[in-house]
């Protein structure tokens, strides 16, 4: 283990979550000292990856650090099979479409998105996270594991109510997760984003594991849950298999 090669990628996962940082806030973020904090950071700076801004003193992320997951975007041949799916089930339902895949984490990434055009989204680029026990993806992934290790995940879930309707209990969720084991599909109901309903189905490998899942996500009140899932539900399993037939 190279410790200072494993620091620096740390502090450069810390501005997930922030525009920038101070050196103060990259040595409590990742709990280094600040005289560690200002090496890695000034590394990173005179490599291109951070910019230091003149007059605030703190650092943000340049477009450098994109290239580091553009070989993982690019190159997967998942995702170049892909992308002609997603936009078949764009035309055929009229609504986004997205594929994320697990970070090992408990969540979510969202790697691959077709919108429509006629309303504008909400922002969601590449890499953004969704947990996987708030999301359709997730919890079609999760329908997938085996019942020890779905035990394991319901007892560790982060009880974060993100929006009013979120399910946070691990009995109702474990019934949703079921329920998704039975149809094939997952939905989450207004669980992340208020107004979102989202359904979705895992994408699987040659050997039968769950590599992905193709999501559609419709707002509300010009979807009911009872109309996504009767006309997107199989449209979602429809494309997952698309997917993996040809991965």
């Not at 504008?120 to 993806?137: D, E, H």
């Not at 009911?224 to 698309?242: D, M, S, Y």
């Amino acid at each position: 283990m190279i410790q200072s090669l494993e620091k620096g990628l740390a502090v450069l996962q810390a501005f997930r979550a922030h525009a920038s940082l101070s050196l103060q806030e990259i040595a409590r973020e990742n709990g280094i000292t600040l005289g560690s904090a200002q090496r890695v950071a000034h590394t990173l700076e005179q490599t291109g990856y951070l910019r230091r801004d003149p007059r605030s003193k703190r650092y943000s992320v340049t477009v450098k650090a994109v290239g580091l997951g553009y070989s993982y975007l690019y190159r997967q041949p998942l995702f170049q099979n892909a992308h002609a799916v997603l936009h078949q089930v764009n035309q055929e339902c009229g609504e986004i479409v997205n594929l994320a895949v697990p970070d090992g984490e408990d969540n979510m990434v969202f790697v691959m998105r077709v919108a429509p055009a006629r309303h504008i989204p909400v922002y969601l680029p590449a890499g953004t996270r969704i947990p996987c026990a708030a999301s359709a993806s997730g919890r079609a992934m999760w329908a997938q594991l085996p019942p020890a290790e779905l035990d394991r995940k319901l007892r560790g879930i982060a009880r974060i109510k993100h929006t009013p309707k979120t399910t946070t209990d691990p009995a109702a969720l474990r019934l949703l997760i079921d329920e998704a084991r039975r149809d094939h599909y997952a939905y989450a109901d207004e669980e992340f984003f208020p107004g979102d309903v989202n359904v979705a189905a895992v994408i699987q490998d040659d050997h039968g594991e769950a590599i992905g899942a193709v999501n559609i996500s419709v707002p509300k009140p010009r979807w009911t849950l009872a109309r996504a899932r009767q006309e997107l539900g199989p449209l979602v399993i429809r494309a997952a298999r698309a997917i993996g037939k040809h991965g």
